[in-house]
C-alpha cells in the first residue's frame, strides 16, 4: 500500500493561478503539493502562447507568457513547493472525520500511484484538465519527453539541436519564431502552406525562410519517427499522396492543440455550472468542505475570466483556508510590505 505524502494544501494546476496560490499559501505558513496533467508548470501560459505578450497583468506594460511563468516560479520558490508533473489527479476522498467530527481533509491519487493527504484542496484547472494532442504514431511513446515534446520549458534546452516543429497553429509559428538563432536548425512541417496563426508572425517566419534560418516542409505531415533509446536521428513525413523523405533530427516537437474536459472532477460531487465549478465569491469554497476552485475553472455571478481575477481569488481561498489548517489560532491579516517573505 502507498503512503500517502502529507500536506496542508494540494493545489491542482500548475497554471499561472496554481503558482501564485503557492505563494499566498506560503505567506500563510502552508505546505503545499502542486499536481498537473502537463510535464512542465505554467498550464496555457506555457503551452499555448509561451512567447505572446499579455496586456493586462498589473505592473507589466507587456509580459510574455513563458516570462509570466518564470516570475510567478521565482516567487513560489521560497516556499518549497512539490511538483506532481505529467500525472493527474484520478481521484480525490475525504479523509474522514476527525475527533472533532469534522473531515480531517482530502485524500487524491494520481496517475502512477501516488496519494497525497491534504488538509484542504485548491482546484485551479484552467477550464479543467487539459493535455496535448499525441502525435498519432505507433512508437510515439518511446520518444515522448526525451526528444518528443508537446510544449518547451526553456529554450536555452533546444541550443544546437536539429528541430522538427509540426503543426500549423500559434504555437508552432511562435516556436520557430523563437528558436531562430538557438537550435541549430529548424523545420517547420505542416499539411498545407496556410498557416492558423497569427499573420504578423506568419510574416516574420516567411522572411526567416526566405533567409535560410527556417526550413519550410509543407504540403507533408508526420509519418514516422526513427531512432533508439528514445532519442531521435530521423523524422519522416509523407504527402498526402504517400510520396515520404526524411528529415534529420534531435528534437520533434509536436503542436497540435490542446484537448480539455473536467475529466474525473466531474465525479467528485461539486457543484458544477456548465463544466465549471460553482463557488461562493467572497471565499471561492465549493459545496464540500475544504475545497475551494479559482481561476477559469471557478464560476459566480458576474465572473471576469482574467488572470488577475484568479489571483485574488486563490488570495481569498488561501485566507478561507487557514481556519481549517489552524482551527484554533486567529488569523491577523498582514500585508506583504510589513510581513515580508522567508529568507527577506
Not at 534531435?250 to 463557488?279: C, E, K, R
Not at 471561492?284 to 488572470?307: E, R, S
Amino acid at each position: 500500500m502507498t503512503t500517502p505524502a502529507v500536506t496542508d494544501v494540494a493545489i491542482i494546476g500548475a497554471g499561472p493561478i496554481g503558482l501564485f496560490a503557492v505563494f499566498q499559501c506560503g505567506m500563510l505558513g502552508f505546505r503545499t503539493h502542486v499536481i498537473d496533467v502537463l510535464d512542465a508548470p505554467g498550464g496555457q501560459c506555457t503551452a499555448l502562447y509561451p512567447e505572446k505578450p499579455i496586456y493586462d497583468i498589473p505592473g507589466y506594460p507587456a509580459i510574455s507568457g513563458s516570462e509570466l511563468i518564470d516570475k510567478l516560479l521565482e516567487q513560489a520558490a521560497p516556499f518549497a513547493p512539490t511538483f506532481h508533473l505529467g500525472h493527474p489527479v484520478l481521484k480525490m476522498e475525504p479523509l474522514g472525520p476527525g475527533p472533532n467530527g469534522v473531515n480531517r481533509g482530502w485524500q487524491l491519487e494520481l496517475a502512477g500511484g501516488t496519494k497525497i493527504a491534504a488538509r484542504a484542496v485548491i482546484i485551479a484547472g484552467g477550464t479543467g484538465a487539459f493535455g496535448p494532442v499525441r502525435l498519432p504514431l505507433p512508437n510515439v511513446a518511446e520518444f515522448e519527453g526525451k526528444s518528443l515534446f508537446y510544449l518547451v520549458r526553456r529554450k536555452s534546452d533546444l541550443a544546437g539541436k536539429r528541430v522538427v516543429i509540426a503543426g500549423g497553429g500559434d504555437s508552432a509559428v511562435d516556436w520557430a519564431l523563437a528558436l531562430a538563432g538557438i537550435a541549430s536548425k529548424i523545420y517547420v512541417v505542416h499539411r498545407r502552406d496556410k498557416f492558423r496563426a497569427a499573420p504578423e508572425s506568419v510574416r516574420k517566419m516567411h522572411e526567416l525562410v526566405t533567409a535560410g534560418v527556417i526550413d519550410m516542409v509543407v504540403p507533408y505531415q508526420m509519418s514516422g519517427l526513427v531512432g533508439a533509446n528514445g532519442h531521435l536521428t530521423e523524422a519522416k513525413v509523407a504527402t498526402l499522396d504517400g510520396a515520404e523523405k526524411s528529415i534529420p533530427a534531435d528534437v520533434v516537437l509536436a503542436f497540435f492543440g490542446l484537448v480539455n474536459n473536467l475529466g474525473p472532477i466531474a465525479d467528485w460531487g461539486l457543484t458544477l455550472d456548465q463544466s465549471h465549478i460553482v463557488v461562493r465569491p467572497d471565499t471561492c469554497a465549493t459545496n464540500l468542505p475544504g475545497v475551494f476552485a479559482a481561476g477559469d475553472i471557478a464560476t459566480y455571478p458576474n465572473k471576469l475570466k482574467l488572470i488577475l481575477s484568479g489571483f485574488a481569488e486563490v488570495a481569498q481561498a488561501a485566507h478561507a483556508i487557514h481556519p481549517i489548517i489552524h482551527p484554533d489560532k486567529a488569523l491577523h491579516f498582514e500585508y506583504s510590505t510589513s510581513k515580508g517573505k522567508p529568507g527577506a
